[in-house]
């Protein structure tokens, strides 16, 4: 913390909605497609062309809304804001101003720092997205308009973030909400979900703003710290060097780690904002409303609630399963085939997860589907099999896609529980160990898992753990 300054920081995130056609038009939003080949008279611009409405950006709009704590406008209205750039074919992009669809939320979040901390979130809104310039090695400059008129929700923060790691902490959080609802893809790399960041500061006490600087199209979070901690040392020393802060828009260059100036920054009024003539505006019932709120998933938070309530999981692995949605319902998957969640959070963050990373694959690629890995707890629990060869079990499993029972059974790898059995194999490994034996006796204690090693490795691990270091306690 500045002893000096006080941090002030507001962010306008741009989350880019999974639909499969565009806002305003039936172009694909397939990502990475030939240059200008998803275009159409609408995406171009051409005179006469009039957009239409995708219904589901307005769905998917309620519902981040909803995951937001927002109020739901029952009525807004898209507006024209006008400026001009070479992949702005129609001279203004369609977005919302004055009646935006869903205002007045806010987020919790938690840092080691702050502590827990609510946010404003001052409005979201549907907007189009521009195209995208090609800077070519001839100095010359091509447009593709693929990305132009691609559902964007624009999510527009209070200025309540006081720190670098309080703005990460919202921006994960945001992240996840709106990959949990399903309504985006999260992929920062491609620009599915980028922010810019309003960085000011100003002497404690003060209640004014200072002159702010907004940090542009940063789209990664490690970037998007870095680039927020450099602005605030800039302004710093503007300040102190008896200057003052210019009002403008900065680009961040992560390979230098500064930032730079790009244009001085607009005001609302700079883009002559007035409504749409060619779209209506936009009616939300009640009762649309209520059916999207019945239709959430269960959210991560609520989650991370349950796992450690309802289901007793500790706090860390609670958050890891219910951090992302495919894995939290790959877990609760396999509690309903073996309702013991903590062994089955052990195997999930321990095997399932390990093996995962080993392959790089995601948890929907995981050939072990839930049913397979209960079948595996499930002959640990019955003592079919050891904890040990449950491991082996599994690797023939992610191999083979076989069940447990048809792999111990072709392996022969059902555990002996038989205590004759059991006992011959512990009389043979005394026997074989006299010394040990004797400094055991004499209050080595600790070579007990000598012992049961021996036990182990003698029946090829099929030995009942448990009862081999009773009979050994017994014998010894």
Known sequence: MNSRYEVVIGLEVHVQLTTRTKIFCGCSTEFGQGVNSQTCPVCLGLPGALPVLNRQVVEDAIKAGLATNCQIAPRSIFAR???????????????QF???????????????????????ITRIHMEEDAGKLLH?????????????????????????????????????????????????????DEGSFRCDANVSIRPWGQKELGTRSELKNLNSF????????????????????????????????????????MRGKEEAHDYRYFPDPDLLPVDVSADWIEQVRKNL????????????????????????????RPLAEYFE????????????????????????KDKKLEISACPVTPELLAGILIRIDDNTISGKIAKTVFEEIWQTGKTAD???????????????????????????NPGQVAEYRGGKEKLMGFFVGQVMKASKGKANPGMANQLLKKKL
């Open 81 to 95: 804001k006008n400026y001009f750039y070479p992949d702005l074919p129609k001279g203004y992009q369609i977005s």
């Open 98 to 120: 004055e009646l935006p669809i869903c205002e007045h939320g806010w987020l919790d979040i938690e840092t080691g720092e702050s502590g827990k901390k609510r946010l404003g």
């Open 136 to 188: 070519n090695s001839d100095n010359s400059s091509s447009v593709d308009l693929n990305r132009a008129c691609t559902p964007l929700l624009e999510v527009v923060s209070e200025p309540d973030m006081r720190s670098s790691d309080e703005a990460i902490a919202y921006l994960k959080q945001l992240h996840q909400i709106v990959v949990y609802l399903g309504i985006c893809d999260g992929n920062l």
């Open 222 to 261: 490690r970037y998007i710290k870095q680039a927020i901690e450099y602005e605030v040392e800039r302004q710093i020393d503007v300040i102190d060097a008896g200057e003052k802060v210019v009002q403008e828009t900065r680009l961040f260059d992560p390979d230098a780690g500064v930032s730079r100036s």
């Open 297 to 324: 998933p269960e959210l991560s938070t609520a989650k991370l609630q349950r796992y450690q309530g309802e289901m007793d999981l500790p706090a860390y692995a609670a958050g890891v399963i219910s951090s992302e």
């Open 333 to 356: 998957a396999v509690v309903k085939y073996y309702n013991n969640p903590k062994i089955c959070s052990n195997w999930v963050m321990g095997e399932v997860l390990g093996a995962l």
């Open 406 to 432: 048809q792999i111990i059974e072709a392996k022969g790898l059902k555990q002996v529980t038989d205590t004759g059995a059991i006992e011959a194999i512990v009389d043979e490994v005394i026997a074989a």
